[in-house]
């Protein structure tokens, strides 16, 4: 399980195609402390296994499924991505109850500079996934956690504070950039609990 906060930003040190799809390697920097293999780390959201540790560096294998359903088929040696280890028992619980299981992917559609430094960023959402989306809900976007400011018709607008910009790779996206959503497992649950009546 994941929180949806942020802990650093690290670059794809190298992106190697296998027989099962791509094996990532990426700079953990002060992530990678006490790291052991079999650990578990959101990589822009997508939950994914540690297979080897050297150093600041760890190595991921993304099966052809999880390339299929996320952005991380799409990345290049030198992008950088957002990162998150799991949350261990006790850990505070600051964003939202984040699975690392990713939905879909949505694409920018807009985004507005506010003169507080904050940023609007208009996000479209596959027409399936639109159903989880309420005013002022939680959504996980690329392993961030985020407020729905707005649901629109294609999706949903949230307003990105000056310290998420920093913090995280969302500073970076423009329009036109594809983003790995989950939705909130909540309304997930309910939604299959009032379908079970």
């Known amino acids: 399980m994941f929180t ?8 794809l040190d190298d992106v190697v195609t296998t027989d099962r799809g791509r094996r990532l390697t990426i700079d953990l920097g002060d992530l990678s402390d006490a790291l052991s293999i079999g650990d578990s780390v959101a990589v822009d959201g997508t939950c994914l296994t540690v ?14 499924e999880t390339l299929s359903r996320t952005t991380l088929g799409a990345l290049e040696k030198g992008d950088n ?16 109850i984040v699975s690392g299981h990713i939905d879909g992917v949505g ?54 504070i000056p310290h998420t910009l920093e913090v995280t ?8 950039d594809n983003v790995n959503l989950e939705m909130d497992v909540v309304a997930k649950y309910v939604e299959r609990l009032v379908g079970a009546r």
């Open 107 to 160: 694409t920018v559609i807009d985004v507005t500079e506010e003169g507080d430094g904050s940023r609007r960023v208009v996000v479209e959402v596959p027409s399936d996934l639109r159903r989880y989306l309420i005013d002022k809900g939680s959504v996980c976007v690329d392993g961030a956690s985020l407020t729905v400011a707005i649901v629109t018709d294609s999706g949903f607008e949230v307003a990105l």
């Open 169 to 176: 790779g969302l500073g970076k996206k423009s329009v036109g």
């Open 51 to 64: 297979v080897e540790v050297d150093d600041t560096r760890a190595d991921f294998e993304v099966v052809a």
């Open 81 to 96: 991505v957002n990162l998150e280890r799991s949350t261990r028992v006790g850990d505070r619980l600051d964003g939202h």
């Open 4 to 11: 949806g906060i942020i802990e650093a930003v690290g670059p």
